[in-house]
């Protein structure tokens, strides 16, 4: 079992930044995978950003390329969001995911794992809303 508590959401002007965190207790073997996805009102839940904790292999979105990072803290099993640039189009709940490890070569991809958010666990998302 894990527990994932988001955190550092909140209201930016478009161009700004802010740092999310997703603080993860439990059971570590199941944050091999770990991720951040966001759902916008009216939209679809989109998988923003992904991170092998293990290995540290990662992939971003392609809307948040170059924008968008992420990280994890092995010590702390905390995963990081640093978002800057941010747009409008940016405003969505985000929320933290994580899984144990993979049980098919597919679902090993992280872009994989994105497309399907077939995660385990989530969190219960920090709101993030970006002013133009």
């Known amino acids: 079992q894990v527990q994932l508590v988001e955190s550092g959401g909140g209201s930016v002007q478009a161009g700004g930044s802010l740092r999310l965190s997703c603080a993860a207790s439990?059971?570590?073997?199941?944050?091999?995978?770990m991720a951040w996805f966001r759902q916008g009102s009216g939209k679809e839940r989109e998988g923003v950003a992904g991170i092998l904790t293990g290995g540290g292999a990662t992939r971003i979105a392609d809307s948040v390329k170059d924008r968008f990072t992420i990280s994890h803290d092995k010590v702390t099993n905390t995963l990081f969001l640093d978002m800057n640039g941010l747009r409008p189009e940016d405003s969505a709940m985000y929320y933290c995911?994580?899984?144990?490890?993979?049980?098919?070569?597919?679902?090993?991809?992280?872009?994989?794992?994105?497309?399907?958010?077939?995660?385990?666990?989530w969190g219960q998302g920090t709101q993030v809303t970006v002013s133009s």
């Open positions: 995911a994580a899984d144990g490890p993979p049980t098919s070569a597919p679902e090993a991809l992280i872009s994989n794992r994105l497309k399907s958010a077939n995660f385990a666990y």
């Open positions: 439990g059971d570590n073997y199941y944050t091999y995978f």
